[in-house]
């Protein structure tokens, strides 16, 4: 039995979402169930992402909005194995204020969630799955397609004060590309319950990693970024490397075969598999004759992308979810031929929306 009644049909349910910059998915908090009103704007729930919580208690299409209050376009369909599935409440005696608001209620049964319209990119999707009646032997399984992280089964132990993964909430990360996302609810033990959803649009941090070449003046080079890669921006999203010998040439080398650490011209190479290069760089700095390490080479990786800086940059730059990793080279004519060359060390990103 994966439900609380007796009766169960199937139902379908519309829910609209919202109208974001492009670049940014959309933030939202959703409470279900009409047991109890939703929590107030000062309540973050697990993740902490404060804002309006929006209110679902009917099957009817329903108007959302996002964390400000702002009416957005996303629309939510959902199918439940519950007759009405959106009733179910119970008066857990540990629950208090907005977390009894949130968790005391919800739907009933089986359901799938499936959101469309939403700006492509990575999402955190925090679902709740606390059943207040019987917590400690009701277990409910989350299940979001597309996710790298598993299904979780939530349950087993009653509010002890706080959130907790797989006692009150799932956590799942899913990279958004086609506008959608799913998530599906079902009875792990006993009954399932769902008592709300938020989503929180993130950018996964780039990672350095392996190990510079010690130029031929004794400095490291050292890879940073700033901004953010987007698929669909036009810039802000500056590769660099600084601590390389000045007025040299360069060039970023990028691709998406991984990770590796292989001996390279003296150095090591950082980037798996094909290698592509970007334009010509110069990596500026102390005028000549003077030789130092105040040169920097710089990179806008979104205009590269987007075609407005030349060059013929790899299509996948401007994939959203592409894992890429990039090394920059350059010429060191203070080491001998073939090694006359310079190398940083590596930078991983993930190619925004």
């Known amino acids: 039995m994966n439900n609380r009644t007796t009766l169960a049909v199937v139902g379908a349910f519309a829910l609209l979402f919202g109208v974001p910059a492009p670049a940014h998915g959309q933030a939202v908090n959703l409470d279900i169930g009409s047991f109890n009103p939703a929590p107030s704007n000062a309540y973050g729930g697990a993740p902490g992402q404060v804002g309006f919580w929006n209110n679902v208690t009917t099957v009817a299409a329903t108007a959302l909005s996002d964390t400000a209050g702002a009416a957005t376009s996303v629309v939510l369909t959902s199918t439940s194995t519950n007759f009405n599935p959106f009733t179910f409440g119970f008066d857990n005696p540990l629950t208090t204020r907005d977390d009894e608001l949130l968790l005391d209620g919800g739907c009933d049964g089986d359901v799938t969630l499936t959101f469309t319209g939403l700006a492509n990119g990575f999402y955190d999707v925090y679902t709740y799955a606390f059943a207040p009646d019987l ?53 792990a033990s006993g009954a399932a319950t769902t008592n709300g959803v938020q989503l929180i649009p993130v950018n996964p941090t780039p990672v350095v990693h392996c190990s510079a070449k010690l130029n031929s003046l004794g400095c490291l080079p050292a890879i940073a970024s700033s901004g953010t890669s987007s698929a669909s921006a036009t810039g802000g999203f ?116």
């Open 238 to 353: 500056l590769v660099t490397a600084a601590n390389v010998r000045n007025r040299k040439p360069g060039i970023l080398l990028y691709g998406i075969g991984g990770r590796t650490a292989l001996p390279f011209q003296g150095g090591t190479l950082c980037v798996g598999g094909a290698l592509k290069r970007s334009i010509v760089l110069d990596s500026g700095g102390t005028a000549l004759p003077a030789n130092d390490c105040s040169g920097v080479y710089s990179l806008d990786v979104n205009a590269f992308a987007a075609g407005t800086l030349g060059g013929s940059p790899a299509s996948f730059l401007q994939d959203p979810g592409t894992i890429v990793n990039c090394q920059y080279w350059g010429r060191d004519d203070g080491f001998p031929a073939p090694d006359n060359t310079t190398l940083s060390n590596a930078l991983e990103f993930v190619v925004g929306a």
């Open 135 to 187: 917590p400690g032997a009701f277990f409910t399984n989350v299940f979001v397609p597309g996710s790298l992280d598993p299904m979780q089964a939530v349950g087993g132990s009653d509010w002890t004060g706080i959130h907790l993964p797989g006692i009150t909430f799932a956590q799942h990360r899913v990279l958004v590309t086609n506008a959608s996302l799913q998530i599906l609810v079902s009875v």
